[in-house]
């Protein structure tokens, strides 16, 4: 009977305790109920002010609320309306359009920058608050209307050590040599930027459509990928002074990722039926033929063959190429891999302190690579792209460390309380039995006088 109450006793215990401390600890640092997503939005709700983020970030943290279904918790209306003011700037007696940024000792309006704030406020619906007349004239004065296509302009300046003619676009791609003017030529980048901004804005009739199109799938390559510009071998003449080979990073057939995914971007958004496309078959099995198994159970792409570290982005790239040829459903393993890869760079770190572990690092919860809200937003794009957003709502490893110390710390607890407990209780009984003896005693002699 003894031993049955020691062990609803020390049950009992390890309940309330575990409990109160997690109650307790939870008040203090959320960390119990802890999720992937969660953490994400903590970070993400504790940025730097929009001045610092810049409209860049702060689209970029908008966007990756609004996937995740947590826009609420941003201030959306006062980061719009920074992100709006900042479509203009007054450079001299100019105005500089397009969401202008410093560049060393310049200011330049740069095409990625448009077109990811362009895709961030349609996305969260505040497309119609732009100036679209002004956007619109950012993307035409890049437009070569002898092949239909888009480059970035060639500016004049005093950067670094001297002066440069140089192009600016910081769209993703790891170049290997001399980039200063990659772009100033028509290339499939610059189209897709161009195209997609146009066409969010409901603006593709102020181009030539039909030789856009034309131009585009004049870059296909074939291996089923697709190139730079036409014919852009690896070491294949530009007609540019400054550069005798091609800069872009390809592959041997002149094709690479980027391209490809950039390629079937412009279709899709001049409206071309991409799963119509005769080589779509051979499109997909280009992508596929780039992907890079990784540690336990991981993959990646890469942007050409060969290629090592490559940037976050060039997954986005391919799945989002799947996605737009509608192949990501055939793609269970490889969806399932990229998963494991995403989930695998979320920055989750902590201190084992116990019992209460703390969490560490600047980006807690976020996806860092090159460009920390750059990389979290793909990322999260990346898992909503594949149904796979239900993989945030897994526990955090801080969370699950925090319940495991909680309950060893409960245990010993319990086991102590109980173990004081049936040590108070049998010496207690000791006690009676000794004084009921000793009672006895003193009583003996006198019952047999």
Request: with cysteine.
């Amino acid at each position: 009977m003894r031993l049955r109450y020691s062990a609803i006793l020390a049950l009992a215990t390890f309940l309330i305790c575990l409990l109160l401390s997690a109650c307790i600890v939870q008040s203090q640092t959320q960390i119990i109920s802890e999720t992937r997503k969660s953490a994400l939005v903590t970070t993400l709700g504790h940025s730097s002010s929009f001045e610092s983020l810049g409209a860049f970030g702060s689209a970029e943290v908008l966007s990756t609320l609004k996937l995740i279904g947590e826009f609420g918790t941003f201030d959306a209306e006062k980061a719009l309306n920074f992100i709006l003011s900042r479509q203009s700037l007054a450079v001299g007696k100019n105005t500089l359009w397009g969401w202008p940024l410093p560049y060393y000792n310049l200011t330049v309006n740069d095409l990625f920058v448009a077109y990811v704030i362009t895709e961030s406020l349609k996305l969260v619906g505040a497309l119609g608050r732009v100036n679209r007349t002004a956007l619109i004239d950012v993307v035409t004065s890049r437009y070569n209307r002898s092949d239909g296509a888009f480059h970035e302009p060639t500016i004049e300046g005093n950067v670094g050590s001297g002066e440069d003619n140089f192009t600016v676009c910081s769209f993703p791609l790891d170049f290997h040599g001399d980039s200063d003017n990659a772009f100033a030529n028509s290339n499939v980048i610059s189209t897709f930027l161009a195209v997609s901004i146009l066409a969010d804005l409901g603006a593709l009739d102020v181009i030539n459509t039909t030789k856009t199109i034309s131009y585009v799938l004049s870059c296909e390559a074939e291996n089923g990928g697709f190139q730079p510009f036409p014919d852009a071998w690896q070491e294949s003449p530009l007609g540019w002074s400054a550069l005798i080979a091609n800069p872009f990073p390809v592959d041997s057939y002149g094709a690479g990722l980027p391209y490809t995914f950039a390629a079937i971007g412009s279709l899709r958004a001049l409206g071309v039926n991409i799963q119509g496309l005769p080589n779509r078959e051979k499109i997909t099995d280009y992508v596929l033929s780039l992907e890079e198994p990784y540690p336990s159970g991981q993959l990646r792409f890469l942007d050409v063959p060969g290629e090592i570290g490559p940037l976050f982005a060039y997954t986005w790239y391919a799945i989002k190429t799947l996605q737009y040829l509608n192949m990501l459903g055939n793609e269970s393993a490889v969806l399932k891999g990229v998963a494991a890869y995403i989930l695998n760079l979320q920055e989750l770190t902590y201190v084992g302190s116990w019992p209460v572990p703390t969490r560490q690092g600047f980006n807690y919860g976020a996806f860092p690579d090159m460009n920390v809200l750059e990389t979290t937003y793909s990322a999260v794009d990346i898992l909503n792209a594949t149904n796979n957003l239900h993989l945030l709502d897994q526990p955090t490893p801080i969370a699950s460390a925090t319940w495991t110390n909680l309950a060893e710390l409960s245990i010993l607890i319990s086991a102590s309380t109980a173990a004081i407990v049936v040590l108070s209780v049998s010496a207690h009984s000791r006690l009676k039995a000794w004084k009921r003896h000793k009672e006895d005693t003193q009583a003996s002699p006198s019952a047999n006088t």
